[in-house]
């Protein structure tokens, strides 16, 4: 049964599916919120520093939130966004880390070819 947490409705462990976890990642805007959070931990909707309109932003959070990959609540006047890394380690083991890492290889990799 999914868990709503103060009107952000969010799937219980046992409701996350992978292939709704790889499709929530298979968007580079996705991507780097995902990256962000396992950098940072938890960061609040409105400081992520991407730029878009706040309505594409709010898709891609509740992309990211429905798929379980996202838990979101409330502190304060803020919504704080972390990663669901307990549930998706539990479930799916090692799947987050290795993509994780292979956007930041692509990207160092990247880098290097700018460089050359």
């Known amino acids: 049964m999914a868990v ?6 969010q799937p219980a462990r046992d409701e996350i599916a992978l292939p709704k976890v790889l499709h929530a990642l298979s968007d580079s805007v996705r991507l780097e919120i995902v990256l962000q959070l396992a950098a940072a931990g938890e960061i609040a909707c409105g400081c992520f520093g991407l730029d878009m309109p706040k309505s594409s932003l709010s898709h ?10 996202l838990l979101t609540r409330r502190e304060g006047k803020e919504w704080v966004n972390s990663l669901r890394r307990e549930d998706l380690d539990a479930l799916f083991p090692g799947v987050l880390d290795s993509i994780i890492a292979a956007v930041r290889a692509k990207r160092v ?8």
């Open 4 to 9: 709503r947490n103060i009107e952000q409705e």
């Open 60 to 69: 891609h959070f509740k992309v990211l939130r429905s798929s379980g990959v």
């Open 109 to 116: 990799t990247e880098i290097d070819l700018r460089r050359s």
